[in-house]
């Protein structure tokens, strides 16, 4: 599945910058999904919308600000940074729906961040 | 809350050989996920299975639903070089978040 599309792929900021990660699925889905990926870690759940509603916050630093705007986009704001917020940052969509296959999340390529 | 230990943590292995990974749980799933990640790239889910006991397969990759609900396992046969990348278990218990394993390293020399 290619449904899910973030940008940019990579990106390098200061701990004083502002910006921002896009997400787009095009699979028709209504739930979706900011995960934070480290190094040696399991997948940690940052957010998670549902009908373009916030339904999970995950003691997530305010520093990070999400935003769904329609249950195709999913933003994350980013501001003041620190070094150990480097990561891949994954976008995921759902279908919720109920019923078996409505459990499947699909992912997108990621955001490489450094934050220097 | 869920914990899932996925081993192993990684694998070397020839070309042509079998590999076997499994996830277990501390409490029991109704939905065990299996996902590959290449570098630089996200998770793309492999197989997904709903049911205790069940068997399913997707080329040269197999998964099963352990029957206690509480493991899963992933096989595949005839690794080729391009099989290289981390596995990921994921399972969920209906109304809970998805629960992600450490995922496992494969390497495939050829």
């Known amino acids: 599945e290619t449904g899910v599309t973030q940008t940019p792929r990579h990106l390098v900021m200061g701990m004083t910058n502002k910006k921002s990660l896009k997400c787009e699925q095009h699979?028709?889905?209504?739930?979706m999904y900011w995960y934070k990926q480290s190094a040696k870690k399991p997948l940690e759940l940052m957010f998670v919308?549902?009908?373009?509603?916030?339904?999970e916050n995950n003691s997530v630093p305010s520093r990070f600000s999400p935003e769904c705007p329609n249950s195709s986009h999913l933003f994350l704001h980013l501001h003041t940074l620190q070094p150990e917020d480097s990561a891949l940052y994954l976008c995921?969509?759902?279908?919720?729906?109920?019923?078996?296959?409505?459990?499947?999340?699909?992912f997108g390529p990621g955001t490489r961040l450094t934050v220097t | 809350g869920q914990q899932l230990n996925q081993s192993p943590q990684s694998m070397f292995i020839q070309e042509g050989e079998d590999v076997s990974m499994n996830c277990t749980s501390s409490s029991i799933f109704n939905t065990w996920l299996w996902y590959k990640q290449d570098p630089g790239e996200g998770p793309v889910l492999l197989i997904a299975l709903y049911k205790a006991g069940e068997l399913t397969s997707n080329g040269r990759l197999t998964a099963q639903f352990g029957i206690t609900r509480k493991d899963s396992f992933l096989n595949i046969s005839a690794s080729i070089p391009s099989d290289v990348g981390i596995y990921f278990c994921?399972?969920?218990?209906?109304?809970?978040?998805?629960?992600f394993g450490e995922g496992t390293q494969l390497t495939v020399n050829p």
């Open positions: 994921a399972g969920q218990l209906w109304g809970s978040r998805l629960t």
């Open positions: 919308y549902s009908l373009e509603e916030r339904v």
């Open positions: 995921a969509s759902r279908k919720h729906i109920g019923g078996l296959r409505s459990y499947e999340q699909y």
């Open positions: 699979l028709g889905h209504n739930a």
